[in-house]
Every structure is written in C-alpha cells, then in structure tokens.
C-alpha cells in the first residue's frame, strides 16, 4: 500500500502496512468515533494493484473474524446494563454503542467482569459516542457489566 507521509507530500514509500498495525489503525479509529481513511493508490489501468488487494482481503477478514461474531449482545438503559452469559468467556475487547439522538451523554464509564465470584474493572474510558471499541487483558468471565460512571 502507498502510504503518503504528510500533507500534500511528494515523499512517498511502497510499504504494504502489517495487518497487525492496520487492525490497531482501526481500533484507534472507528473504534473512537472517528473514519479510518484507506489511501489505496491505484495502477495505470485503475485497478488496485494485487498486494494492496491481498492486504484489504486480509483485512476485511480480519475486521469479520474480531467483530463479526460477538459473544453475545445486549441493550438497555440506565446507568448499569448487565450483559449475562451462559458460560465463563475469555474476553479481550468490547464494542459499545450508545444512542445521541439526544446528543452524546454518556462522560465516564467502566466495563466490569465478574472473575472468581469477585467483580473487578477491565476497562474504563470517557464518551461512548455512537460507537466505542475498548481494549483490555484477556479475562475469563461471566456475566458482564458496563456502568455509566457520569453522565449528562
């Protein structure tokens, strides 16, 4: 993929970006409420060259693997919203979504999972915005809890 350094720069590399670093990309991106833009620079005939191709097939995939199939989903309102599960599960990240049609209210919130019948914090951040991907330590657990910690 050609990445282009700087605004309107004329120094360029071909460098086909890791699939690890694209998903970081993503994450730090999309998953903070922002757009994650491809710079995908395409050959003579108008095609995307085979690499960069392979890249993004690589990446979609990858995109559908970590969200595609969550572990389970729940909605509800309120400043607590229990997420139960049938099982233990191994988690490592979260996706939220928070309703703004009446503007993004949601300030501070944690992500808490029960381990050993004791709740500890995994993960805790300010704005949910329309969506939130968190990142934090595998943990096996069951149930779940986001708890809206200050609001608007």
């Known amino acids: 993929m050609v990445v282009t350094y700087g605004y309107g720069s004329q120094m360029m590399m071909?460098?086909?970006?890791?699939?690890?670093?694209?998903?970081?990309?993503?994450?730090?991106?999309?998953?903070?409420?922002?757009?994650?833009?491809?710079?995908?620079?395409?050959?003579?005939?108008?095609?995307?060259?085979?690499?960069?191709?392979?890249?993004?097939?690589?990446?979609?995939?990858?995109?559908?693997?970590?969200?595609?199939?969550?572990?389970?989903?729940?909605?509800?309102e309120g400043k607590v919203v229990n997420l139960e599960l049938e099982n233990p599960q191994k988690v490592n990240q979260d996706v939220l979504q928070e309703d703004i049609i009446k503007g993004e209210r949601v300030r501070e919130f944690k992500i808490q999972g029960k381990v050993n019948e004791k709740w500890i914090n995994l993960y805790e951040d300010t704005s949910i915005d329309p969506k939130h991907i968190g990142q934090f330590e595998n943990w096996k657990v069951s149930p779940l809890k986001v708890k809206i910690t200050k609001s608007v």
């Open 14 to 76: 071909n460098h086909i970006i890791p699939l690890e670093n694209l998903m970081e990309m993503y994450k730090n991106s999309v998953g903070h409420n922002s757009t994650f833009i491809l710079r995908i620079t395409l050959d003579i005939q108008g095609l995307v060259p085979g690499p960069d191709a392979k890249r993004m097939m690589e990446f979609g995939e990858e995109i559908y693997r970590q969200y595609g199939y969550p572990i389970a989903q729940i909605s509800g």
